[in-house]
């Protein structure tokens, strides 16, 4: 009752003192030079710079461990120091296999041996940089070299193999040919294995990823036949990072694990292929014909197998420890030194990487430039802002890990949020992050000005929303991972962003030697209008962040998405409900024998457990105090507050989002501490929201479900607790 009249009280206040240009958490006053300060910063961003800089950092390929990658980050460091930034590079030692033996050949029927290289292209000098291209692979595949029976299991991913049993097809002691997509990579091996195949070969398809979906490189920008996507198939869902110091910095002394210890090493051997290589082993194949939807582009009808396509594999891997050198660059804030508004991109690649990462890098960069030459004009951020540019992200988030593990508890103390970027090019806004701050992002999106068609990066993405059946709001998607966000946000609870351009400059580059300054010059975003567009999107994140008076944190708007999961996970367990119900149902009138082709295999499908009625009530409680608390909250007008009163309220802001972490962390996986956001154990970089309580459910684990319910719970009222405590400050 109290709150809500001291609720209409503040709502009038609010209407009553805000001038026209407000923005989210700054008084009348500050506001305005807030807003010119954005706008000289955003003038002095030039495209220029950032051409330049994609040519140094993308001239020859460096991953993590390379000379090329020591001089790059190097380089970085050089320019960061010019723009008056205090710097250093922090250096892990970090397992990294490099791959010395990898053969692939079909024994039976026929043979054939994999070539295993990508071809250079006539223009595109790059891809003619012979050993100094990394041979295409997947890090973190354990050594091995196994010879059985193949396998075609489409995608690899769980319903795929809920196809095969139906089919009675059993991948046991069998090699299983996945296609890239469906899931993340790392996902195929790790099933196959449970479901006890004993090697995995992952290819690109041409109708995902060929010519069915385009021109091919040169003549276009998709994959041609020669290309393969390398990556990483670390167990990434169980922890990031270095596989052998998992939840502690890899410093040259660091206890660590045996290789034979690592749990996020995969099973068995796995290697990547290009469509050139897969289609002879595909063409081998025998027995079913796969259901219409498993179908792919190569001119052949696929056939699952097993056999009598017979395949060897043999992978060796030099298992070497490697120093990844991250590059942090901070400027010390003129008020508040002892809050930190991060920013980062990795600098590694897997080849010349001229759009992942540099395509991020170098708008990272310009953003990092123009803030310092208005520092060196007196316009120094209140807040200090360090800028991380990152090593061996690409075979695990490695340089990111091991340093949110290192500074864990002075992240935990000082930092306001970290924004991250990665690859950028031609098209949309996408934006995805802690969704306390989609009400500010959303308030920057509608200020930058798209560079095609003269409105705000917000009305396109709008737009393009609303064409595709979306709604007429800026909503923020939820991390999952892919990203070096995942250990601040998910381990460290460090409120997080992510942010891109693209979805007009498809291709088939990613991860290949094909991924070089003159594809993406032809194919992504050619002027570097784009990239201009993430300097200033971030840019402006990064200043606001920093010199708010209250931090713009907005709890309304996060409430709602997270009512909309609690809604999702009701709906998905009515369903599991009814699909039990009808599935038993169909068996009692034995309709599946009846509806099947009696001249092909039949298994009779087994019985349903039916599904129990969980009690959500605790959580739906504790969402609805959240609301009021929430409410109150939400009209804290910052012109009203005093110096003092600004000062702590954002030191509670700051707790927000660790807050929703809980010590124990996930079941099975305790790195991951975050209760909202969480890669999926079984989708990779695929999000799973409510992770708790969502993934037991989807597992059919009742009574952990409710388990997860309570842990959920007390996690929010950890949350309500400070909100509370927070709406007393006045
Ligand atoms: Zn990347």
Not at 62 to 77: C, F, P, S
Not at 323 to 343: C, K, S, Y
Not at 585 to 613: C, G, H, T, W
Request: contains cysteine; aromatic residues 10%; charged residues 25%.
């Amino acid at each position: 009752m109290i709150q809500y009249s001291c609720t209409i009280f503040l709502m009038l206040f609010s209407v009553l003192t805000f001038a026209q240009d407000a923005i989210i958490g700054f008084t009348p006053e500050h506001a305005k030079k807030e807003i010119a300060l954005e706008k000289e910063f955003e003038n002095n961003l030039s495209t220029k710079n950032l051409d330049q800089w994609m040519q140094r950092l993308s001239a020859k390929p460096h991953w993590v461990g390379t000379q090329y990658g020591r001089q790059n980050a190097e380089w970085i460091q050089k320019q960061f120091k010019s723009w008056g930034y205090d710097t250093k590079i922090e250096t892990y030692q970090v397992l990294f296999p490099y791959p010395k033996v990898r053969q692939l050949e079909l024994k039976a029927p026929t043979t054939y041996k994999a070539h295993l290289s990508a071809v250079p292209i006539a223009g595109d000098s790059f891809t003619a940089q012979g050993d100094a291209l990394l041979p295409a692979y997947n890090a973190f595949s354990t050594d091995g070299d196994v010879e059985a029976e193949l396998v075609f299991v489409n995608y690899g991913v769980p319903k795929d193999y809920e196809e095969l049993e139906k089919l009675g097809i059993d991948v046991k002691g069998k090699i299983v040919i996945a296609k890239y997509y469906g899931s993340w990579r790392g996902i195929k091996p790790k099933l196959a294995a449970e479901h006890g195949a004993i090697g995995c070969i992952i290819y690109s398809d041409p109708k995902d990823d060929g010519y069915v979906r385009g021109d091919v490189y040169p003549k276009g920008p998709f994959k041609n036949k020669t290309g393969v996507q390398r990556g990483s198939v670390m167990d990434m869902p169980t922890y990031p990072g270095d596989v052998l110091t998992p939840g502690y910095p890899a410093t040259k002394n660091a206890k660590r694990l045996s290789r034979e210890e690592a749990p996020t090493i995969t099973e068995i051997p796995v290697l990547p292929i290009s469509y050139e290589d897969a289609q002879p082993l595909l063409a081998a194949l025998d027995g079913e014909v796969v259901p219409p939807s498993w179908q792919g582009g190569l001119p052949i009808t696929y056939h699952i197998g097993p056999g009598p396509a017979i395949v060897h594999l043999k992978l060796e891997f030099d298992w070497q420890l490697q120093p990844a050198h991250n590059v942090i660059a901070t400027l010390r804030g003129g008020e508040f030194p002892d809050q930190w508004v991060l920013r980062g991109n990795h600098h590694d690649a897997w080849v010349h990487g001229a759009n992942d990462p540099v395509s991020g890098m170098v708008a990272l960069m310009e953003e990092a430039r123009a803030i310092g030459e208005l520092a060196k004009k007196g316009q120094k951020p209140r807040r200090t802002l360090v800028f991380c540019a990152w090593d061996a992200e690409e075979p695990g988030l490695i340089g990111s890990t091991e340093w949110v593990e290192e500074h864990k508890a002075e992240l935990q103390e000082k930092a306001v949020a970290y924004i991250n970027t990665d690859g950028n090019s031609r098209g949309f806004l996408g934006v995805g992050g802690s969704h306390s701050l989609e009400a500010m992002v959303s308030e920057i999106a509608g200020e930058v000005i798209d560079p095609q068609t003269g409105v705000s990066v917000k009305e396109r993405k709008i737009a393009r929303d609303l064409v595709n059946g979306g709604n007429e709001k800026f909503e923020l998607y939820a991390l999952g991972s892919g990203s070096d966000y995942t250990p601040f946000i998910q381990h460290a609870g460090i409120a997080s962003l992510n942010l891109g351009f693209g979805g007009e400059s498809s291709g088939g580059e990613y991860h290949t030697i094909f991924d070089t300054y003159p594809h993406y010059k032809r194919f992504k975003d050619p002027e570097f209008e784009y990239g201009v567009a993430l300097a200033s999107t971030a840019g402006r994140i990064t200043l606001r962040l920093a010199n708010a008076d209250v931090l713009p944190f907005k709890f309304n708007p996060w409430h709602k998405t997270i009512s909309k999961y609690v809604k999702e996970i009701l709906k998905e367990i009515e369903t599991m409900r009814e699909k039990a119900e009808k599935h038993n149902d169909l068996i009692e009138k034995n309709a599946f024998e009846l509806a099947s082709d009696p001249r092909k295999p039949f298994v009779k499908p087994v019985k349903m457990k039916s599904v129990p009625f969980l009690d959500f009530s605790p959580l739906q409680n504790q969402m609805a105090v959240l609301n009021s608390t929430i409410e109150v909250f939400d009209q804290i007008d910052p012109s009203k507050l005093s110096r003092d009163q600004r000062n702590t309220l954002n030191k509670n802001v700051m707790k927000a989002e660790q807050a929703l972490t809980s010590v124990i962390g996930l079941p099975r996986r305790s790195w991951y501490k975050h209760q909202i956001y969480a890669p999926g154990f079984y989708t990779g970089y695929g999000v799973k929201t409510l992770p708790g309580v969502r993934e037991a459910i989807e597992q059919k684990n009742w009574k952990e479900a409710q388990e997860q319910i309570s842990v959920l719970s007390e996690t929010l009222q950890q949350l309500n607790d400070l909100i509370a405590t927070m709406n007393t400050i006045r």
